[in-house]
């Protein structure tokens, strides 16, 4: 009889069989899941290596193709996500359901685990966009286009955080929260894997402990690697500002203000150096410290333009804006526009294709990672209590970036001390420009010099999280798996292909890649929201 060991083995502890492997370079992970999303995001890396301008065109065509026929299916189904989330946290049976055990408290502090919430979710993008969002749409928007309102100008104020709010409110959470509520229900309160896989139990079976659940895993992967990489992307982009607004460089800016290849390269080799040191330091450790760092210089930048920005705008932008974004948020989350073939369609197409649609595709693809992370940091808290802290509470915090910064850039335009060197900048450079103008030169560079070392903890808290992630969706859910080397391999491919993309198409290359590649997630996210109203709701096995 032989004495050798089975080369698989089946994860232990779980209703959900998933097989892993027993031994070699891969032992504990599912070598289907874990070594399939290497080959395909390999061969990504490669063609866009080789070919690095017909990639670019061709991501460009497939992204064109995709918004033509599915631009009305992100809009509807991120809708979907919201109101579930909302309808099972305000529908009294499911609202006091604990993610957990009974009696079982929750693992972090209240600060704790709001401040890796939002820096995991959202924290880059509040960098980048709370200057440049409301000061696009300060500019254009679709009251704009439709002419009802005139382009930067103070009538066109309210109008501007309408729309911005728009794509930082309630949508984007209610993404993330339906991964994170699912994931965490189903493996706390049912006893299974912490995978994507667990989450279509209730309409598949055990099926999904197969061939469909590997499939639905490399898919959340993918999604994965593709919306963080968006997300580094734009962050070394503004590192890069940031780092030239404090040196003076010149060769880390072009003629058009815009960082160079060679800025962001740089800055994307010192990121992901430092989140792969950190991922293998683990989630107690290093991401926790830095989550709280990065909460604290985030309200002290807050304060910063609390206290010297313009405050009685931002605080009037704020209220109003909260007003105007809750009247168009129903409107707003069924509208499809079309061209009619007129100008005026054209445009407002071209606008929601731009931003809203860019957007939920964005919010899609990062909620593998981000799911999965508020459901490692929730348990122990109910269903009403994890929709107010990771939906709403986020939400607020995200129009008050809005606000006060954003609102600081708009009344700097508005006033005439601007004249358009904010609007016209780059994006990765408007938050600067505004600092620019609100200090003196030396204090403008100390206060850049917080931004960037702000920049750099949010997206190392990204990367080392979304690391960390993909290792447990790869290895049935198994939140040990760690191991430095395969935490350098995943750190190694973020950084390829994030660095390949940039090469074929700038920023353009990373959007086309991630607005394709959320869209067979979208449809498993959906699935995942049947499955909770199927057991929340109906109580059905």
Request: glycine share 10%; net charge neutral; charged share 10%.
């Amino acid at each position: 009889m032989s004495t050798s060991q089975p080369a698989n083995q089946i994860a232990e502890n779980s209703l959900l069989p998933i097989n892993v492997a027993r031994s070699g370079f891969y032992e504990g992970f599912n070598k289907v899941v874990v070594i399939c999303p290497k080959v395909l995001i390999g061969m990504l890396i490669v063609w866009a290596g080789l070919y690095p301008q017909y990639a670019g065109e061709v991501l460009l065509e497939v992204q064109n193709w995709t918004n033509e026929e599915f631009g009305g299916w992100y809009v509807y189904v991120t809708a979907f996500y919201l109101i579930v989330c909302l309808v099972l946290a305000l529908w009294p049976g499911t609202g006091r359901v604990v993610l957990g055990k009974e009696g079982e408290k929750p693992e972090f502090s209240t600060f704790s685990w709001f401040a890796m919430m939002f820096g995991a979710g959202i924290g880059v993008g509040m960098l980048t966009y709370s200057t440049a969002e409301p000061i696009f749409h300060f500019a254009q928007n679709p009251d704009t286009i439709l002419g009802l309102t005139e382009g930067q100008t103070a009538g066109n104020v309210r109008n501007a955080y309408k729309w911005a709010f728009l794509h930082y409110g309630l949508t984007p959470w209610g993404c993330y929260g339906i991964i994170g509520m699912s994931l965490a229900y189903f493996s706390y309160n049912r006893g299974l894997p912490l995978t994507i896989r667990s989450s279509l139990q209730p309409l598949f079976g055990n099926a999904v402990s197969g061939p469909l659940g590997h499939v639905v895993d490399v898919v959340a992967i993918l999604a994965t690697v593709i919306g963080v990489g968006v997300t580094i992307g734009y962050g070394v982009s503004q590192f890069s500002s940031g780092v030239f607004n404090i040196t003076g460089a010149e060769w880390m800016t072009s003629g058009q203000g815009k960082p160079t290849l060679a800025a962001q390269l740089t800055a994307l080799v010192f990121i992901m150096l430092a989140s792969t040191a950190s991922a293998m330091s683990g989630l107690q450790r290093g991401i926790k410290w830095l989550s709280n760092l990065n909460m604290g210089l985030s309200f002290f930048l807050l304060a910063f333009f609390a206290v010297l920005g313009a405050t009685l705008f931002a605080a009037k932008s704020f209220f109003l804006g909260i007003w105007d974004y809750l009247t168009v948020l129903p409107g707003a989350s069924f509208t499809v526009w079309t061209d009619q073939s007129t100008e005026t369609g054209r445009a407002l197409v071209d606008w929601q294709r731009a931003w809203s649609i860019f957007y939920w595709a964005w919010w899609i693809a990062f909620a593998p990672f981000v799911g999965l992370f508020l459901a490692r940091v929730s348990r122990g808290r109910t269903i009403r209590e994890y929709v107010l802290g990771a939906m709403i509470v986020p939400s607020i915090m995200c129009f008050t970036w809005f606000a006060l910064v954003g609102g600081s850039a708009i009344d700097l335009e508005l006033s005439g001390v601007a004249q358009g060197s904010i609007v016209n900048a780059d994006i990765s450079a408007q938050l600067f420009r505004t600092i620019n103008l609100i200090l003196s030169p030396e204090l403008a560079i100390g206060m850049s010099a917080i931004i960037v070392l702000l920049l750099s903890t949010y997206l190392v808290t990204s990367a080392d999280s979304a690391i960390l992630i993909i290792n447990t969706l790869a290895s049935a859910g198994n939140e040990s798996q760690k191991h430095a080397k395969h935490v350098a391999i995943w750190g190694l491919i973020f950084a390829a292909v994030i660095a390949v993309l940039l090469t074929a198409g700038g920023m353009g290359a990373l959007r086309s890649a991630m607005i394709i590649g959320a869209l067979p997630f979208s449809l498993v996210m959906a699935l995942m929201a049947v499955s909770l109203i199927k057991v929340l709701v109906f109580k059905r096995p």
